[in-house]
């Protein structure tokens, strides 16, 4: 079983910064591709970056050039810096985890990653 902890969630004002942290750890035998995912209240969970295993990323469209997505191999650690943010990047961030190949395809969907973490709420204030 592999068990991801999210931190670095917050209030911050509106065209502040962030840095999330999504730690793995457990039985872990491979480096994983990962992904971060966010959830805003009465709206469907969406994709916001990925990073696989190789490096590559990949963002939705309304974070590019603000959100950064990187990763710590010899920690199993994914990172999340979020620059300018705004009222509407307000969710409960969470991360996944896929140790098997990945669909470029599927990439989008949390439902598609082998772990996903609990979250950790983004508020960004106007």
């Known amino acids: 079983q592999v068990q991801l902890v999210e931190s670095g969630g917050g209030l911050v004002p509106a065209g502040g910064s962030l840095t999330l942290s999504c730690a793995a750890s457990g039985r872990i035998f491979s480096i994983p591709h990962m992904g971060w995912f966010r959830q805003a209240p009465g709206r469907e969970r969406e994709f916001v970056a990925l990073i696989t295993a190789s490096g590559t990323t990949d963002y939705e469209d309304s974070v590019k050039g603000r959100f950064t997505i990187s990763r710590d191999n010899a920690k199993i650690t994914a990172y999340l810096q979020m620059n300018s943010l705004k009222p509407e990047d307000t969710a409960v961030y969470f991360c996944?985890?896929?140790?098997?190949?990945?669909?470029?395809?599927?990439?989008?969907?949390?439902?598609?990653?082998?772990?996903r973490g609990q979250g950790t709420q983004v508020t960004v204030s106007s």
């Open positions: 996944a985890a896929m140790f098997n190949p990945l669909p470029w395809s599927k990439r989008l969907g949390a439902e598609s990653y082998d772990y």
